[in-house]
Structures are given as structure tokens and as C-alpha cells.
């Protein structure tokens, strides 16, 4: 039998000795009966799909060697029984959901060697037990939930030779006993909570070939001691407080090929001893307080593919022989710092080159034009706030090359000296381009048509230039656009139509031009979040359809134009109803009529009429005349009018709602590396900013477990001000989860609507350990999810959630139109897939939002055309008890 093993002497003859059963796709859970197989030695389950529990009886496995049950769902807690298998040797429980604390028997086991609980929902702390286990070798405890000290009897272990307690929440300091441990190898202790100094002991482990101690809160300075270890391959101290100069005895380590001291408070100059580090492929510095020039020996460290000294006080210019040295360079980071000349043309010969940042600098002359010829593998061009030049069409020549680029995704030029003509070659660069900014220079000439080729944009900034001529209607084929910014220009004519065609827009600045007409009601079809028209010369009333998009919550613009018409119609009670939009300014147009008294224009801080003198009515703060004075039988016209549509708009809106949710309802019946732009539209995190943002992904952030991963509470800056953020962090190692990954980018890159949870960005990324990571950032709710309400669960204060009739209808409401508009306003109907309570989730005032795409799919209609697609109907989806 495949897996089964059997003895051939003795005693053991025709007796089941080991059983290898891992990546056999198996199902279910792990038979108890396997407890009488008491010749067993080997049990290898690995890489199945085996849940519930573990046995018990398996402590009964008296002659147990090596037990490995890695990479499943098991859970429950670890059975103190197994603690009975005296001989085990290994023992491998990785990847799973187990639960529980490490029980204190495991350190009777005196012939182990190999303990690993990776990945796992382990709490508590390390048993002391475990140092008694003096043959132990490879101890691996990472990513749980272990809080505590971390016993100091665990550094007499002198036979280990591999420790990872990494991604825990493990506190206090590392004792100067660490030295004890004269055979380890690898040392992993990242994402903890440790404090205190990196001790000097250290520097004793001869053997030590891998030491990561990144993402904790060691203070002090780097000791000079880690200059002994002469095995050294990697040394990882990144995002801590350390202080002090980087030590000289660093360039000792002639092995060393990751070097990374990324934030922290180091001072001083780049030794130029590090030039001797040869074998170097990874060279990380930024985010400190370093000062002076690069040495020149640094560019002998011809190995590098990675090059970042961003954000310090360095200055001085580049090498310029810099792209010979550095020939296999992937990423080159200098951004932020004080450094001026040239951008060296030597730069052009790293074809290998992926990601050129240099922004924040002073660099000046032109682009170089070879950039885009030998450099095809360019990512990112990162040139902001420098003082680069073009004047005419020879010094734009560098646009010309970059379309040989077929990979650029990122060019970003803003803050500089460009003027000129923008060139027509723009058209052909990469249709995967995503950013194009080239904001605050002084750009002139007309818009190139061909603009709306690039249908990768996302984001579009030509803001504060001298622009002019009309907006191109192309630019409605950038269907992938969320932020178009083309303000402080001197553009004129009509706004295009065409811009309705956008349906991905969420952030719209056209202001301060010249721009004449009215605005366009196909605007109402971009899920507009922000809108900016001030100071144009636009007339005629505000269409309905604007104010109709639910998305626009954050600010709309429209004073110092020529718009007219009476209030009522152009805002409708719908607006007063929209509880988001935190900003509403119409000020100096030719508006008449009854301000409301709901919503938005109860808060006078929020909003901005002046300037309209037929305007009435309104809070008193507003100080505006009251509407009785108007009798004139224009006036009483055109009230009863605006009674007359705004009642109508009313009763259509609820007989809609209404009708929306009871088809909505029938219709799911019957279905089922970060890299850090400026003016970005969504914020730009790494996967340290998300470290940071958690606490390290500690326990006490955990808001919820899901099937592919876990949501975390986190706090960011972005622009100067907090935001509390929910981090939906994969794991990676579950089957399935990549997939959930790459469908919930898919879907809620082109979906945007108030009731819909806001994704604020995603990051795709490695960890600390050099493991795939991949997660998604959203807006947190306080509110937490209908589940919650629905079923009453407790608060910390003791009080249950309740919701009375009229919340129940307006969440049921929010569904439908969320619902609503995924079936039926994209051109591809989205189907959710896995509607649940637990998936809704509430914002500040309760309104519901829906969340969680990993299952959704696109419903083409001709789903023959599309099997890989198609075939994913075959299987039920959803959560069992709420498909529909």
C-alpha cells in the first residue's frame, strides 16, 4: 500500500511501522484508532486537509519516532497525552489553527531534537520545561500568540543549533546567557516586543549564520562585537530605536549578504569599510539620521541588487560611473536626502533596473534620454521635488525612450523645473503605466489626444501647470482612472461628457481653469467620492445626478462659478439624508431658494453658501433671511414646483428602495515595494508600516479569523492625520488564499460605492523572515458587523447590542443598494457570493457596509466563451446556512 510501511524482523515483522501519508489531498479528521498501532515510529500526515482535533490515543504510540501534522486545519489544543511518546524525536505541527498553550510535559521528552509549532494560535508563555530538553536542536515557536519573558533557562540549550520565535508578542530583554548557545546557526526573534540592548554576547556564536532581530524595540547602540561573526550571512536589525554610528567592525563580516539597519536613529557617516563587504546583495540604510556622502568604496559592492540609502541626510553627488558599478542593481533608493548634480547617464547601462528613486533631492539638468533604451525592465521612475529641466522637445526626449518600457507602471515627475509642450509620444508609453504625475511645473502647450491610451492609469496628475486648450474626450477611455487631476491649469471649453464614462473616477480636481458650460449630468455615473469645480465659469444648475452618487462622501466644490437654480430640485432631501459627505461648498454662484435643515446643512462649519442671495432659510447660525419674506408669485411658483418635485423625488426614491431590496433579495435567492508616491490616491504602505500600524500584529488588534487569513486594528498616519485602519492580513499557506487575494483585488479595484467597505490600499510584499506577504487595508468600522448586533453578543462594559425596527430597514436598505449596484451599474455584474451577517459591517452612524470579495466572481453572460471562469460556478460557494 502507498504509505504504509511495514517491519520485516522480529517482533515488528508484517506490524504497520511507519505511516507517510503528506500531500495525498486527504479529507476529514485524524482517526483515534491510529492509537493502536503501537509499532508505529513514523506518522507523516503533512499537506492534507485534515481537521478537527488531535487524538488523544495517539499518546498511546508508544515507539513514536517522528510525528509531523503540518500544514492541515487541525485545532483544539495540543494533547499533553503525546508528552506519553518518550521516543519521539521530531515533532512538526505547523500551519494549523491549534490552539491553547504549549503544555509543559513536552520537556519529559528527552530525545527530541526537532520542535516545531509555526504558525499556529498558540498562547501563553514558553515553559521553562523546555530547556530541560538537552538533545533539542531546531526549536521553532513563530507567528503565535506567546507573550512573556522568554525563559532564561532556555539559553543553557547549548545543542541548539536553530531558534525562531519570531511573530509573537515575547517581551522583555535578551539576557547577555544568549552567548551560551555556541552551536546556533539561525536566529530568528523578529516582530516581538523585546526592549533593551542588542547584547554584546552575541557576538561569541561563531556559527551564527542568519540573525534577524528586526521589528522590536531594542534601543541603544549596535555592538561592535557582531563584527566576530565571521559566518554571518544575514543581519537584520530593521525597525527598532537603535542609536549611535554604524560600527566599523561591520565590515569584518565577508560573508555577509543582506544588510539591513532600516529605521532606526543611527547617526554619523556610511563607513567606508563596508566597501569591503563583496558578497553584499541586499544593502538597506534608509529611514535614518545618516549624514555626508556615499564612500566611494560603497560602489564596489558590484554583487548589489538592492541599493536603498533613502531618507537620511546624506548629500553630495552620485558617482559617475555608478550604473557601471552596480550592473545587476534592481532597485536604487537614494529618495529623500540632500543630493544635487546630474542624474549620472551611467545609470542607463543597469538594465537590469527596476525601481530608479530620486526623489526629494536636488538633482538638476535634463532626464537622460537612454533611460527607456537600455533600461526595458523599468518599473518606477520616481523624480519628485527635484530641480530637473525640459524646455524644449529635445530635453522631453526621455518620454520618447521610456516607451521602450513595456513594464512601467510609475513615473512620477512633480515639483520640478519642466516647461514645454508635453510630447505626443506620452500616447505610446506602457499601457500598464498606472501613475503619470507631473503636478506643480509649468508644463504648457494642449493636452495630448493620445492620452486616453493609456488605459492602465489609475492615477492621472497634471495639476498646477499652464495648460490649456480644451480636456481631450479621449481621456473617457481611461476606464481603469480613479483620480484625475487637472487643475490650476488654464483649460477651457466644455467639461467632456465623455468623463462620464469613468467608472472607476473617485476623485475629480478641475478647478481654478477656464472651463465654461454646464457640468455634465453623466458625471453622476462616476462613483465620485471627491469633487472639485470651483472657480471655472460654468453656468446653468447643478445636475441631480450628481448629488445622486452615493459615493461622495468626502468634499464637493462647486463656488466661484456662474451656476444658477433654485435649491430644492438641485439638492434634493437625499442630500440632507447623505450622512458621509463631510463637505458641501456652493458659494458665489446665483443659487435661490430654501436651504434644508438635515444632514449635512445642520453642521455650519460643513457647508459654504455665501455669495447666494436668493438663498433662504436654514439653521439659525446660517443667518440667513427667512423664506417668508419671498411672496412674490414668481417665488410662490417656484416653491410649489419645488415642493411638488422634491415630494415626487421622494416617493420615487423610497418606492425604488423598497423595490430594489425585495428584487435584490430574490435575485440572491437565485444565485448563488512598497513604493512611496506623492499625490497618490490611496496611501502607500509597506509591509513595516503595517508592523508598525498593528503593534506588530498583536493579539490584543485581532479583530476576527476568517478562512484565508485574519483582520487586524491598526493605526496610520496618512497627511499629517491618524487614521484607524482594519488590516486583512493572508495566510498564504492555506490553500486557496492567493486566489481570495488576487479575487477581492480584482473585484474592489473597480467598485466603488458608499456601501461598499473602502479599500484604502493593499500591500504585496515579503515579511522580515523573506516570506511571501500579502494584505489588504480598508477603512475601519467601529461598529463592528450585523452578526455582532443581531446576535446580541456582550461589550466589555456588559451592555448588549440591540437594533431597534427602523435601523434593521435602512442596514437592509444599504445591502440592496450595494447589492443593486454590483448586479447592475458595472458592465460586468459582480456576485458576492458569501452575503452574511459577519460580512457587513457599520461605520460611525451605523450604516452598513458591505465586505469581503475573496469568493466574488464576475458573471459574464457568455460564460462558454470564458471556461476558466465559468467553471468556477460548478461548486457551491458561500458559507453553508447563508448561500443563496
Known sequence: WRGVTCGTRGHRRGRVIALDLAELNLDGTIASSLGNLTYLRQLD??????????????????????????????RGEIPPTLASCEHLQSVSLRRNNIQGVIPAAFGDLSELQVFDLKHNMLKGSIPQELASLRNLEVLILGHNNLTGDIPIELWNLKGLVYLDLKANMITGQIPTEIGNLKNLSELYLSRNHLTGPVPASLGGLKKLQILYLDNNQFSGPIPSSLGNLSSLTVLDVQVNGLTGNIPESLGNLNLLNVLSLTTNNLTGQIPDILGKLYSLTEFYLNGNELEGS???????????LFFSVGQNKLSGSLQSDVGNKFSKLKNFDVGNNAFYGTIPLSLCNISTLEILQLALNSFSGVVPKCLGINVKNLYALVLTENHLEARNEDDWGFISSLTNCTKLQYIVLSKNKLEGVLPKSVANLSTSLGTFSITNNTVSGNMPEGIGNLIGLVILHLGNNLLNGSIPASLGNLRNLGELDISLNKLSGSIPPTLGNLTMLNRLSLHENILNGPVPPSLGRCPLEFLSLPYNQLVGQIPKEIFLTSTLSDFAYFQGNRLTGILPPEIPEFLARMQGLANLNISFNNFEGQVPERGIFMNA??????????????????NLPPCINYTSKKWSHKLVMAISLGSTTLCIILACSLFILWKSKDHVRNIRQILSLP??????????DLVKATSGFASENLLGTGSFGSVYRGTMMNDGQEVSIAVKVLNLQQRGASQSFIAECDTLRCIRHRNLVKILTVCSSIDSSGIDFKALVFEFMPNGNLDEWLHHHLLEDGYRRTLNLSQRIDIAIDVACALEYLHHHKPVAIVHCDLKPSNILLDNEKIAHLGDFGIARFLHQDDTSLPEISSGWAARRGTIGYVR
Open 679 to 688: 499625490n497618490g490616491q490611496h496611501m502607500r504602505v509597506s509591509y513595516t
Open 45 to 74: 500526515l503533512q499537506a492534507n486537509h485534515f481537521h478537527g482535533i488531535i487524538p488523544s490515543e495517539l499518546g498511546g504510540l508508544a515507539q513514536l519516532e517522528h510525528l509531523n501534522l503540518s500544514s492541515n486545519t487541525i
Open 294 to 304: 556615499i564612500p566611494p568604496s560603497i560602489y564596489n559592492l558590484s554583487s548589489l
Open 605 to 622: 462649519s460643513a457647508i459654504f453658501i455665501e455669495g447666494n442671495s436668493g438663498l433662504c432659510g436654514g439653521i439659525p447660525q446660517l
